[in-house]
């Protein structure tokens, strides 16, 4: 019940094109959705995060989409670019601990 | 830069020895959560200190301990490295329980 599921393993887009990141989830206790980013060397960075409270959240070019009823949530990269290219980790905690759970991961590469 | 300072980057040492890795958060983050991350396993959550006390644990095993010191900075001990525990460390904090990651570089550690 703890764990986070991620979609897919990995992605190749075209530059300018729509990358899509599918995480489920089964622990309903979970209230804290964010996304990292990380480049080969570093450790992961805070992208994007969510609350089950809102639907939708957007940044610049990055959206999370929450599904509450079906315990998923998604991350959009619009006009996606060759600097995307990394692997992206959703993650879950609940009671607000930040103990995040963190899913398999997802390897991005963006084509010129 | 997340303003996380792991040392050492790299860490190569023979099965059974003792291994240290340490960790300084960023100026002002009392709570410091370490990771461990495989190929295999993903990013695993160890434990989490927050000013000097421990908060919560995961799957972590008795070979490994860990503490926060009081100028909180904080140091992972592995007392006899085994073959599987060669994997990247990775230290991460905050400046409360309710506020978001901000992970370090990493440790890479190869048992030998």
């Known amino acids: 019940q703890q764990q986070v599921k991620q979609s897919p393993q990995s992605l190749i887009v075209q530059k300018g094109g729509i990358s899509i990141i599918n995480c489920a989830y089964e622990?309903?206790?979970?209230?804290?959705f964010p996304w990292y980013q990380q480049f080969p060397g570093k450790g992961p960075a805070l992208l994007i995060a969510?609350?089950?409270?809102?639907s939708e959240k957007k940044e610049g070019r990055f959206t999370i989409s929450f599904n509450k009823s079906a315990k998923q949530f998604s991350l959009h990269i619009m006009d996606s670019q060759p600097g995307d290219s990394a692997t992206y980790f959703c993650a879950a905690s609940e009671d607000s601990s930040y103990k995040l759970i963190f899913g398999s991961g997802t390897r991005l590469l963006v084509r010129p | 830069d997340s303003g996380v300072t792991q040392t050492p980057k790299h860490l190569i040492t023979a099965t059974g020895q003792r291994v240290t890795l340490r960790c300084s958060p960023r100026?002002?983050?009392?709570?410091v959560y370490w990771y461990q991350q495989s190929l295999d396993q993903g990013l695993q959550f160890l434990i989490q200190?927050?000013?000097?006390?421990?908060?919560a644990k995961g799957n972590i095993l008795e070979r490994f301990s860990a503490q926060q010191f009081p100028d909180l900075h904080s140091e992972l001990n592995l007392s006899s490295l085994e073959l599987g525990d060669s994997a990247l460390y990775f230290c991460?904090?905050?400046?409360?329980?309710?506020?978001?990651?901000?992970f370090g570089n990493g440790t890479r550690l190869t048992g030998t």
């Open positions: 200190y927050y000013n000097g006390e421990e908060r």
């Open positions: 969510i609350r089950p409270d809102v």
């Open positions: 622990n309903t206790a979970f209230d804290y």
């Open positions: 100026s002002g983050d009392l709570s």
């Open positions: 991460a904090s905050s400046v409360d329980l309710r506020s978001p990651l901000h």
